[in-house]
C-alpha cells in the first residue's frame, strides 16, 4: 500500500524534475550568459541573454536548459536561470527585483509570527535536556551511514570541494 | 574572584596563549563565569553584542572598544554547573562538542523534534553518510527535524543540525536533503558559528580586562554570550555562507548524490514570497538565494559536467505524515 502510494509520488516527481518538458514555465536570468545550440559548453553559439531577463524554460536535460527568450531559443546552464517569476501570485511585478537579487535584502520587516522561530522566540528559548538526549539517541556511526547508502546504491566518487570562483570569496 | 580559578579551563595553560597571558587570566575566569550565567544573559544579547559584534566581524583583530554597556539587568544565576567550560581562545574538538550541545538544547527548547522517529532515523542516516564525506568524518554527527514551519535549518559547532519542517516540506527528494545537510555540514566543518562565538566571546574579555568596573561587579559577564539559541538567528558573513553551498555540494556529490540537489533547494526557497513570514528569519540571515545560485553556478563552471550517475532516490525519500 505504502508502496504505491510511494510509486504514484515517484511519477509525479519525475515528471516535475525528470528530463521531460516542463510545460513553458516563466523563468528569469541570473545573469548574462550565452545560449548554446546543443546542452554542452562547447556547443555553438545560438543567442544570449542578460540578467533579469523573462524567459520560457523549455526543457531541462541534465543540468542544462532549453530556454526560449525573444530573440531566441537555446540551452543555457541550470544555475544561469531561476525558475519562476518572483514568488507566487501576489507579486507580478517582482520578477525583476527578485532576479537582481536585491529584493528581500535590507528592506525584511522584522515580524513576529505565530509559528515562526523568530529572534524573540530563540532569544527566550530555554536548554531542553530531554529533546537534546532524544537528537543524541538517533545518532549514527559511520559504518550505518555507508550501509544506508549500499541500500540506495549510493555510489561514492572521487570530487575535490568547489572552489570560489575568481572574484569572489 | 580568586575562588574563580577553580573554574578555569584545564587548557588554561597552553603555550599559545601564554603572550597575551596579561589579557587572558582575567579573560578565562571571566569565561568560566560567562557560560555559567548562560541562562539568564541569553536574554540581554541583542542589542549590545549584536551590535558590537557585527561591527568586528568583518576585521580581525580590532577589539576591546566596544564596550557593552552595563546597566541592563545582571541576573546572575551563577552558581549552575552544567554548562560547558570553555577555553575561547583554542577551544578543543570536546569543548566544540559541548558548545554546540548547548546551542542545540537551547534551540529546541524553541522548536522540538517532530514526533515521528522514522523521520528522525532516516534524516540521520541520509545526514551521516553526507557528514562521511566531509573533511570531519569523526565528529558524532547529529540531525534532527524540528517542529516548526519556518523554512530553515541550522548548524551548532560539533555536529549538531537541525532542519525545519517548513524546509523539509519543500524537499522532494534525497539528494535535494543531501544538499541541504551538506551546507550545514559545511558550517560545523568549517567551524563558521564557533569562530563567531570566539571572536565575540575574545571581544568582550577584552573588554573586560580593560575595564575595572566591568570586571569588578560582573556585568560584563551578563552581556557575555552566549550558548543561547539566539546566536541561530544570527548572521553569518556572506561569504561563509557561499562557503558552506559550496561543500554542501561537494558532500553530497561525493557521496554519490545527483549533485543539484541544494541549488534546486534554493531555486524553490527563492519562489518564496520575502513577505512570507516562514522565510523571514532565512532571509534576514542569509545572501538571497538568488545570490547564492549565482555564486554557485560559477563555482560550478564546468566541474559537474562528468558527474553522471547521481541519484535522487525520491523513491525512498520519506515523506512527513502530516
Not at chain 1, 507566487?88 to 537579487?101: I, K, P
Not at chain 1, 532569544?123 to 544506508?148: C, H, Q, V, W
Request: net charge positive; glycine share 8%.
Amino acid at each position: 500500500m505504502k508502496l504505491k502510494a510511494t510509486l504514484i509520488a515517484t511519477c509525479l516527481l519525475s515528471a516535475l524534475y525528470g528530463q521531460t518538458a516542463l510545460a513553458a514555465e516563466a523563468g528569469t536570468a541570473l545573469k548574462n550568459d550565452t545560449l548554446r545550440k546543443e546542452p554542452y559548453a562547447d556547443s555553438k553559439t545560438a543567442g544570449s541573454f542578460t540578467r533579469g531577463e523573462n524567459l520560457q524554460i523549455l526543457k531541462k536535460q541534465g543540468a542544462w536548459l532549453q530556454v526560449k527568450t525573444k530573440k531566441s531559443t537555446g540551452w543555457v546552464r541550470l544555475l544561469s536561470v531561476k525558475r519562476g517569476t518572483s514568488s507566487s501570485g501576489n507579486q507580478a511585478a517582482g520578477a525583476l527585483a527578485v532576479a537582481s537579487g536585491r529584493a528581500g535584502t535590507g528592506q525584511v520587516v522584522s515580524t513576529t509570527g505565530v509559528r515562526g522561530l523568530n529572534e524573540e522566540e530563540l532569544k527566550a528559548a530555554k536548554f531542553n535536556e530531554i529533546e537534546i538526549n532524544k537528537m543524541e539517541s538517533y545518532t549514527l556511526s559511520p559504518d550505518d551511514g555507508r550501509r544506508f547508502a549500499d541500500a540506495g546504491n549510493l555510489k561514492p566518487i572521487k570530487f575535490a570541494n568547489l572552489k570560489a570562483a575568481k572574484g569572489e570569496k | 574572584m580568586k575562588s574563580l580559578m577553580i573554574n578555569t579551563p584545564r587548557t588554561y595553560n597552553r603555550p599559545n596563549i601564554k603572550s597575551s597571558a596579561k589579557l587572558l587570566i582575567p579573560a578565562l575566569l571571566a569565561s568560566a563565569l560567562g557560560l555559567s550565567s548562560m541562562p539568564v544573559m541569553a536574554f540581554d544579547l541583542q542589542g549590545t553584542l549584536k551590535g558590537a559584534i557585527e561591527k568586528e566581524m568583518p576585521a580581525t583583530d580590532t577589539s576591546q572598544t566596544q564596550a557593552p554597556d552595563s546597566t541592563a539587568n545582571d541576573n546572575t544565576a551563577a552558581n549552575k554547573t552544567s554548562e560547558p567550560e570553555i577555553n575561547w581562545k583554542n577551544p578543543s574538538k570536546e569543548e566544540e562538542i559541548a558548545l554546540g550541545r548547548e546551542i542545540a538544547g537551547n534551540l529546541l527548547g524553541a522548536a522540538p523534534l517532530v514526533k515521528d522517529e522514522t523521520l528522525q532515523k532516516y534524516v540521520n542516516s541520509v545526514g551521516r553518510w553526507v557528514a562521511s564525506q566531509s573533511e570531519r568524518p569523526d565528529l558524532p554527527w547529529h540531525f534532527g527535524v524540528i517542529e516548526s514551519e519556518d523554512i530553515n535549518a541550522f548548524a551548532a559547532p560539533g555536529g549538531y543540525i537541525m532542519l525545519t519542517k517548513g524546509l523539509y516540506r519543500k524537499l522532494t527528494n534525497e539528494a535535494q536533503l543531501a544538499g541541504v545537510l551538506g551546507h550545514e555540514i559545511g558550517h560545523i566543518v568549517k567551524k563558521h558559528q564557533l569562530k563567531v562565538l570566539q571572536k565575540q566571546q575574545l571581544l568582550n574579555m577584552g573588554a573586560g580586562f580593560l575595564s575595572d568596573k566591568y570586571a569588578k561587579d560582573n556585568k560584563l559577564i551578563s552581556k557575555a554570550i552566549g550558548t543561547g539559541a539566539e546566536i541561530s538567528a544570527r548572521s553569518l558573513d556572506k561569504s561563509a555562507e557561499f562557503e558552506a553551498d559550496r561543500l554542501g555540494l561537494s558532500y553530497a556529490a561525493r557521496a554519490g548524490y545527483e549533485p543539484y540537489g541544494l541549488p534546486e533547494v534554493l531555486q524553490t526557497i527563492g519562489q518564496t514570497n520575502k513577505n512570507d513570514n516562514s522565510v523571514a528569519l532565512l532571509f534576514k540571515t542569509h545572501p538571497h538565494p538568488d545570490d547564492r545560485l549565482v555564486a554557485l553556478g560559477d563555482a560550478i563552471g564546468n566541474r559537474l559536467d562528468s558527474i553522471k550517475d547521481g541519484k535522487t532516490l525520491e523513491n525512498r525519500f520519506y515523506k512527513l505524515k502530516n
